[in-house]
């Protein structure tokens, strides 16, 4: 039986799956592998079913030879040299779709926290801040009527976008390319970076990281947003220049932001946690059971179809 690696416990729904096709070791370690504890148990494998932490280059993969497959448990790949694994005829997959409405569900839950001053609002009256409802009391900003600017309006952009407009707010996004299909149903209109910059209410990132997006958002961009604006990252952390959104914060050039994901994770920059206008979540977007399970089985039918012989449903290269 071809042997697989998996570098972090996944539900068990997926483990299962797995174990019907292939002689399976699930790392006992409850933390991320490293490269070389990777390399070290990868021997002999034909398939590493990874995580979003594991960083899988061409060195990594030239250490294990027997590789054939790298099964990410992500819809994000950023983590894999695609073209490293190309060049060695590995197959790479990810898990799309199954995480798109639970993702965009908490990029509501990010929106509504840091334009309602939900997380603030809690820590005050924790700390016995609450002393009585007043006109000027902790005032945030309302959606209704407001425009949510989305930067990359794919799967999960969408998934954002039409439970935005239930909460009255008009879209717009900027993309490479206009999406006619997605402004006949949202209701939307592609606009330029600096449109999108100048004229949101409210900016949700939702783009994956590439060459093109990585530090897209920096003082420059923040300078040229609303005073009052809120920005909101659930796609990648380096998207964002932490040290130009801590200065946006604190310079009042923005309003507040909510993170769920972090240029250089699991870190924080300590500017952004001495912040009062920041939400930050710790990588949570698809942490629901039902949506960790999803993605658990879809990843090892990736893994099945290919140690059958046939093509995995989710193949990137
Ligand atoms: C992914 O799968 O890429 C997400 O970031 C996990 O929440």
């Not at 993309?175 to 100048?198: I, T």
């Amino acid at each position: 039986m071809k042997k697989v690696l998996v570098t972090r416990r996944i539900p068990e729904e997926g483990i299962e799956l797995l174990r019907s096709a292939a002689e399976v070791t699930v790392s006992e370690l409850d933390r991320d592998l490293s490269g070389q504890e990777i390399v070290e148990m990868g021997q002999g494998c034909t398939v590493l079913l990874t995580m979003l932490s594991n960083r899988i280059d061409g060195e990594l993969l030239d250490a294990v030879p027997t590789v054939r497959m790298v099964a990410n448990y992500a819809v994000g790949y950023d983590n894999i040299d695609l073209e490293a694994a190309r060049r060695r005829s590995v197959v790479v997959t990810n898990t799309p779709g199954v995480l798109t409405e639970t993702t965009a569900e908490l990029t509501l839950a990010l929106i509504l926290d840091a334009a309602r001053r939900v997380s603030e609002g809690d820590r005050l009256a924790r700390s016995g801040g609450f002393t009585g409802i007043h006109p000027l009391f902790m005032l945030g900003m309302g959606l209704d009527g407001k425009t949510l600017g989305i930067y990359g309006l794919g799967r999960i952009g969408r998934a954002v976008a039409r439970r935005a407009r239930a909460f009255g707010m008009h879209i717009i996004y900027h993309n490479r390319h206009a999406n006619s299909e997605a402004d006949a149903e949202l209701d939307a209109r592609w606009v330029s970076f600096d449109e999108l910059l100048s004229t949101s209410d409210v900016i949700s990132i939702n783009a994956p990281l590439t060459r093109h997006t990585r530090g897209a958002f920096d003082l420059a961009a923040f300078g040229r947003m609303r005073p009052g604006a809120v920005v909101v990252n659930t796609g990648r952390g380096p998207i964002i220049v932490e040290d130009d959104l801590a200065d946006a914060l604190e310079r009042g050039f923005i309003a507040a932001a909510g993170l769920d994901v972090y240029q250089d994770e699991p870190a924080i920059n300590p500017r952004l946690l001495a912040l009062d206008n920041v939400v930050l979540c710790p990588h949570l977007g698809s942490a629901t059971r039902e949506c960790r399970a999803a993605m658990a089985v879809m990843v090892a039918q990736n893994v099945t179809a290919f140690l059958a012989g046939e093509e995995p449903p989710n193949r990137l290269v």
